[in-house]
């Protein structure tokens, strides 16, 4: 089993920064960020293998959020530059076995969300 935990959500105005952490019991795989908006289905935003650092992004977020990790630290992170409201979502990091993917079916390990609001 692999235990997450997000922190580092909050409001912040169209345009603005946050980085979201998540701190994992064991080194995994893979991680990867989702997020679930009200009324819409949970999707992939961004993901990594830990081991070979390959990443792969949504295309909606490409080239505004970058996932990274700090493996001394057990820690991964979602930079998320240039927000936009309609980023605002539920934010979940997840845990796999196998290899990295932006598919929720892939991942069995989530964390408990961080809500991030972008207002305009």
């Known amino acids: 089993e692999v235990k997450l935990v997000e922190s580092g959500g909050g409001s912040v105005q169209s345009g603005g920064s946050l980085r979201l952490s998540c701190t994992f019991s064991r080194y995994p795989y893979s991680m990867g960020w989702f997020r679930q908006a009200p009324g819409k289905e949970r999707e992939g935003v961004a993901s990594i293998s830990l081991g070979v650092g390959s990443t792969y992004y949504a295309d909606s977020v490409k080239g505004r959020f970058t996932i990274s990790q700090d493996n001394a630290k057990n820690t991964l992170y979602l930079q998320m530059n240039s927000l936009k409201p309609e980023d605002t979502a539920v934010y979940y990091c997840?845990?796999?076995?196998?290899?990295?993917?932006?598919?929720?079916?892939?991942?069995?390990?989530w964390g408990q969300g961080t809500q991030v609001t972008v207002s305009s």
């Open positions: 997840a845990a796999s076995w196998s290899l990295a993917s932006l598919s929720t079916h892939m991942y069995p390990y």
